[in-house]
């Protein structure tokens, strides 16, 4: 993330992302930028921690919804410049890894009680 319009949203922007983790990143990644230039951080700083909590704030690879949401907010900070296209890479074999993971674990026993 280059600029700190990233995480601000403005009320002529396009879109704004509907995807709750999504937002719920993007919230983080503004409390954190804020929050770093109250404390006199320059840009620069605030912004590298506003990425850091935009990718902590993500959904843990845990479930196929929650995997899928992962994956929506690493492609949302990929746009927004919040997360670089080497972490990129290595977060999505992560999400391709946990959903392989979950498409493998056996599904419940049926209740076969007569």
Do not use: W
């Amino acid at each position: 993330m280059t600029e700190e319009s990233s995480f601000i949203p403005e009320d002529s922007a396009p879109t704004i992302p509907q995807n709750p983790a999504i937002v719920r990143a993007r919230a983080a990644g503004k409390r954190a930028y804020n929050a770093a230039l109250e404390k006199g951080k320059e840009t620069y700083y605030a912004t590298k921690d506003a990425n850091q909590a935009f990718r902590k704030a993500m959904p843990p690879l845990t479930g196929q919804e929650n995997i899928s949401n992962f994956i929506a907010c690493v492609a949302h900070g990929i746009l927004i410049d919040a997360i670089d296209g080497r972490d990129a890479t290595r977060l999505l074999y992560a999400a391709q890894v946990a959903l392989a993971g979950v498409r493998n674990q056996p599904s419940s026993p049926k209740n076969t009680a007569a």
